[in-house]
């Protein structure tokens, strides 16, 4: 059993800076690699960024690279996101993902565990 919080999120405007952090507890030795997904109202759930175990490996959607930053620290448990540049482009519901595998996913089912969501917000 493993449980994701995402922490973080907030309101706003464009060109900020934002961090979230997802915080992980359980059968945390079960985890391998993590990902970021966001979803927008009327889209499907999307892709943003992705990091091994160890922290070595990572890849970013094209949307994002450039402008955000993923790091684990595996000693505290936690995954975390800086997002900068932001755009209302980025607006949406943002997702820890958590996966018991090495690969670096970058589907929805690439992931078994999942946080509740954090809000982000960027107005114009």
């Known amino acids: 059993q493993v449980q994701l919080v995402e922490s973080g999120g907030g309101l706003v405007q464009t060109g900020d800076s934002l961090r979230l952090s997802c915080a992980a507890s359980g059968r945390t030795y079960d985890i391998y690699t993590m990902a970021w997904f966001r979803q927008a109202p009327g889209k499907e759930r999307e892709f943003v960024s992705t990091?091994?175990?160890?922290?070595?490996?990572?890849f970013y959607a094209d949307s994002v690279r450039g402008r955000f930053t993923v790091w684990r620290q595996n000693a505290e448990k936690t995954l975390y996101l800086q997002m900068n540049k932001l755009n209302p482009e980025d607006t949406a519901v943002y997702y820890c993902?958590?996966?018991?595998?090495?690969?670096?996913?970058?589907?929805?089912?690439?992931?078994?565990?999942w946080g509740q969501g954090t809000q982000v917000t960027v107005s114009s």
């Open positions: 990091i091994d175990k160890s922290g070595s490996k990572t």
């Open positions: 993902a958590a996966a018991t595998h090495y690969d670096l996913g970058f589907t929805v089912q690439a992931y078994a565990y």
